[in-house]
């Protein structure tokens, strides 16, 4: 078997895979947390309460997979795959330990260092070579703002990484950076897999303070004592290198290629593809699978949480019914346009320091209306950023889709394909990052290619009606008249 360990934004999760790629029954543990949230654009998680999440995950699956029936039946793990949020920033000290919260990229109190970044930088030629927008989501924003507001902090800082080197230092005592999780953070040159020397003097940060680079398959063994006595199944088992979760996401979804578009919708969400191009064009991001193998995309700052915020803030139910009166609203019908940039904007624009409008508001507006809109707003913002990556993708694509979110509301889904303009495939893969983890530790393990996997198991297809397409091509040509009113 492969534990795969997945970290994402709102909960980690454990579970194990045989070797064709598919689930162990009863091998699975999750473990929800929410991020610290602010006013001014905090967004935060605290690293212990993380990793602490991760071993009680990996408490449940390794003992439960470490049984004597399971050993009889040569269901050994023989390896870990980790796959994390791309993105993310924590400082640690000397000793290795924790010395920062984890900075999400869903936190904007750098959009002011961005902007300065914009105007003294150029931004194409870093886009070119690094994938990334100077945007608050990305690294050098982020180390600019905390040099200057928080510099005793940054003071006790040795050097800079991300939740899949907090693992490795807590478990092994020492941790690299991955290519793939390097190229999510706008400091990685991509063609040359090293650290950009122009990005990392825009962050007033040198590499002696990051880690060292290493590859998917540049495995670790040998836990620290007190985890192997933990974990005994794992003592001395490889554990690879946490890969960004857009990327195994697409692994774990089967779009290992260019006729297959992954479209995620979770926490955020976001449209990928697997191609290898030089330069992505403008409003995309460029990242990185390993070394050899990159994907395109572009992501928003919304998804399943605009969801969350309206059912939380307009008070409506989580249940069949909600579900059944949003599906009955006709598209568009409510006259209302919003921009869902909740937590700023990203793709296209990337502008992190834009906030969320609501207009045309009247009487007969329903907290059911309002959350039509907001899905719809969320929906026109994947088609823009679908109209650029489709060049991208074979004539003939088709667009898979995964995540909680999107799995949990067919009305959604439809909503999407209708905006799209293409036909919506759900996957019925409800762990599809996970799977993309476990899919290449048996790739590096040399067991079976990650681009021959046992193919994910389909699950409807929304087909887009054209006259809902074509009431929504009119609702984002005002989606973009009022963006057009903002600073």
């Known amino acids: 078997m492969i534990l795969a360990i997945d970290v994402?934004?709102?909960?980690?999760?454990?579970?194990?895979?045989?070797?064709?790629?598919?689930?162990?029954?009863?091998?699975?543990?999750?473990?929800?947390?929410?991020?610290?949230?602010g006013r001014d654009g905090t967004v935060e998680h605290d690293p212990h309460r993380l990793l602490d999440a991760v071993a009680t995950c990996v408490d449940a699956v390794a003992t439960r997979g470490d049984d004597v029936h399971a050993r009889r039946r040569g269901r050994e793990i023989h390896a870990v795959g980790v796959t994390a949020f791309w993105h993310g920033l924590l400082g640690f000290d000397r000793d290795g330990r924790p010395a920062t919260p984890i900075y999400m990229w869903g936190d904007t109190r750098s959009a002011s260092d961005a902007l300065l970044l914009r105007s003294a930088l150029d931004e194409e030629a870093l886009h070119v070579r690094t994938g990334c927008h100077l945007h608050t989501s990305y690294w050098p924003a982020k180390l600019r703002w905390l040099a200057r507001a928080r510099p005793a902090e940054t003071g006790r800082v040795a050097r800079w990484g991300s939740v899949g080197e907090l693992l490795e230092l807590a478990l092994f005592g020492a941790a690299g950076t991955s290519v793939s999780m390097a190229s999510g953070t706008g400091l990685l040159d991509q063609e040359r897999a090293q650290w950009d020397r122009e990005a990392l003097a825009a962050a007033g940060v040198d590499a002696e303070r990051l880690f060292p680079l290493v590859d998917r398959a540049d495995a670790r063994r040998g836990l620290r004592p007190e985890w192997a006595s933990r974990w005994p199944a794992l003592r001395a088992v490889p554990w690879f290198p946490a890969i960004g979760d857009g990327a195994a996401s697409n692994v774990g979804s089967d779009c290992i290629d260019a006729t297959r578009v992954a479209l995620n919708v979770g926490t955020s969400a976001a449209l990928r593809v697997l191609a290898d191009t030089p330069s992505p064009p403008r409003g995309l991001w460029r990242y990185r699978l390993d070394r050899r193998t990159s994907l395109i995309g572009g992501a928003l700052s919304e998804g399943g949480n605009a969801y969350a915020w309206c059912r939380k803030v307009l008070r409506l139910a989580d249940d069949e019914a909600t579900e059944a009166a949003l599906a009955a609203l006709g598209a568009d019908e409510h006259g209302l346009t919003v921009l869902p940039f909740l937590a700023g904007e990203r793709a296209p624009g990337w502008r992190g320091e834009r906030r969320a409008a609501l207009t045309g508001l009247t009487l007969d507006a329903t907290p059911l209306t309002i959350l039509r809109a907001v899905l719809e707003a969320v929906a026109l913002r994947l088609a823009r950023v679908y109209d650029l990556l489709r060049p991208r993708a074979a004539p003939d694509h088709v667009v898979v889709g995964s995540g909680g979110a999107l799995v949990a509301s067919a009305a959604w889904a439809q909503i999407i394909a209708d905006a799209l303009g293409h036909p919506l495939i759900v996957s019925r893969e409800e762990e599809a990052t996970s799977r993309g983890a476990a899919l290449l530790a048996l790739d590096a393990l040399g067991i079976r290619p990650f681009n021959e996997p046992v193919p994910a198991p389909m699950g409807q297809t929304f087909v887009p009606d054209p006259a809902r397409h074509a009431r929504y091509v009119e609702a984002l040509a005002r989606q973009r008249a009022l963006e057009e009113t903002l600073p």
Not at 13 to 31: C, E, I, M, N, P
């Open 8 to 37: 994402g934004s709102s909960s980690a999760r454990a579970s194990a895979y045989d070797d064709s790629g598919k689930t162990v029954a009863d091998l699975f543990h999750r473990v929800s947390y929410e991020p610290a949230v």
